[in-house]
């Protein structure tokens, strides 16, 4: 007989974690104001409210912790960082910033100009809201099968080089400063990228002189997908396909909260000495020098060590596969999820889950707060409150698909987490025919509302 799967690692340190029933939920809910975002982590019994920054460490990332230098300048947790990030992407110049919000805001201070384009696959949430705090304008090329869950499509994240080129083609060159592809493409439901697709826009970008940037936060699991979906690649490394991959761009933004494995920090890497000279100067002005960036240097020697382990084949397959797991299970169940499966999280396609909650009524957000209160899930709405509003209208944007996201931490949750997970979902999508009304905004921030948004319930 076969022997079975088992995780690449064993279990060091646990946590405890806080039960509570439906009736407290109930309370602590609306004490938030029906804002999952609100809710103290004692309140929840399983967080997947995001994988950022809430994975686990290895014993190798905590030996770091012990080892780091504290210098404010010339740290040598900072050259073996920068060591590190230049190895694996091969991108010359290296500038740490405390997390990937902080690195969008120090390279769009550089390069993005107010009425400027920035085209790219479905921009995730801080990305559009640093492009439109400066009056530039995000542009969505994602390919057309991203916006339906139910192809089966291995590279939903793909730009589409014809929208793409529309783009172009449509307004003058120096309007648009780059490209940015996210890797893996989060709001489209954490679908990959594809080899093909980077090259072909890497060289469309090149005939009309425009840079292309990474937002690179799950890297290592878009080219876990290549090595595993893409034609040529089954035998090579994932470093070498993440060397490739990265050859194709002029420079990357990076939350290594994802794929770094750490509680905090983040980076940018870049080609060009000019953008590093320009980004230095505001890096030192929104974060710290330019050898520690916001981050102190046990955390950069973290993260050292924690982008050589994402990048290791055994351990992808193990992080994917409990994230499939969980998709294979609601799929059993009749629950309509985005497929195929992305790689940190499963995202319930709330359009057919719940089709009865108007979308006026925010029924992504309705979904996700029923999770909760039914079994102490926290999970995130990827939909109409997450959109925000048009910036010159201000009207309500209404995209395509209404999400939620069930964000999986790394090296975090067992199996028996992830069952109870599927089960919960299970009770609640055959009871979906209950719901009626969703939720009324109260309060909202003038930018990315969803952060901090107030709601009530309607009757």
């Not at 072909?200 to 876990?224: G, I, T």
């Not at 000495?273 to 955390?299: H, L, P």
Request: net charge neutral; charged share 25%; proline share 3%.
């Amino acid at each position: 007989m076969k022997l079975p799967y088992i995780e690449p690692y064993k279990i060091k340190m646990v946590e405890a974690i806080n039960q509570s029933t439906i009736a407290q939920r109930k309370v602590w809910i609306k004490k938030a104001k029906y804002n999952l975002f609100k809710l103290s982590s004692d309140q929840v019994i399983i967080d997947l409210l995001t994988d950022s920054g809430t994975g686990a460490m290895s014993d190798k990332q905590w030996a770091e912790i012990m080892l780091g230098d504290e210098s404010y300048a010339g740290s040598k947790s900072f050259e073996k960082l920068e060591t590190t990030v230049k190895k694996i992407t091969g991108f010359e110049y290296f500038i740490p910033t405390h997390q990937g919000r902080a690195a969008e805001n120090v390279l769009f201070s550089a390069l993005v100009k107010e009425g400027n384009l920035i085209p790219g696959n479905s921009h995730f949430d801080t990305t559009k809201g640093h492009i439109e705090f400066r009056k530039a304008h995000a542009v969505d090329c994602t390919i057309d099968a991203a916006f339906d869950t139910t192809i089966e499509h291995p590279f939903k994240g793909n730009i589409d080089l014809q929208k793409l080129e529309h783009v172009f083609q449509s307004n003058e060159i120096n309007t648009i400063p780059f490209v940015l592809i996210t890797i893996t493409c989060n709001s489209a439901g954490g679908q990959p990228v594809s080899m093909q697709n980077i090259h072909d826009v890497s060289v469309l970008c090149k005939q009309y002189n425009v840079p292309l940037y990474f937002d690179s936060a799950r890297f290592a699991e878009n080219a876990y997908f290549i090595k595993t979906r893409e034609k040529g690649y089954e035998n090579i490394s994932i470093k070498d396909i993440v060397k490739e991959l990265f050859s194709f761009g002029d420079g990357m933004t990076m939350s290594a909260k994802k794929d770094g494995i750490v509680n905090m920090g983040g980076f940018i890497a870049l080609k060009s000495q000019k953008v590093y000279k320009a980004c230095v100067t505001y890096n030192i002005m929104y974060e710290g020098f330019v050898t520690y960036g916001g981050m102190s240097g046990r955390d950069m020697g973290a993260l050292a060590e924690g982008l050589k382990e994402s990048t290791e084949f055994t351990y992808l397959e193990s992080r994917i596969n409990q994230v499939h797991y969980l998709g294979k299970r609601l799929v059993e169940f009749g629950v309509p999820v985005q497929q195929p499966f992305g790689g940190h999280a499963i995202y319930l396609d709330a359009n057919k889950f719940v089709a009865n909650i108007a979308q006026e009524e925010y029924r992504a957000q309705s979904l996700a707060i029923e999770l909760y209160i039914t079994a102490g899930i926290r999970s995130v709405e990827i939909g109409t409150i997450l959109a925000d509003r048009d910036p010159i209208t201000r009207d309500n944007r209404y995209p395509k698909l209404e999400l939620v996201r069930l964000a999986i931490p790394r090296r975090t949750y067992t199996l028996s987490h992830i069952e109870y997970i599927a089960i919960a979902i299970k009770n609640v999508f055959e009871t979906r025919n209950e719901a009626k009304r969703g939720y009324d905004i109260t309060w909202e921030a003038p930018i990315m509302r969803h952060f901090t948004v107030e709601l009530e319930k309607l009757s």
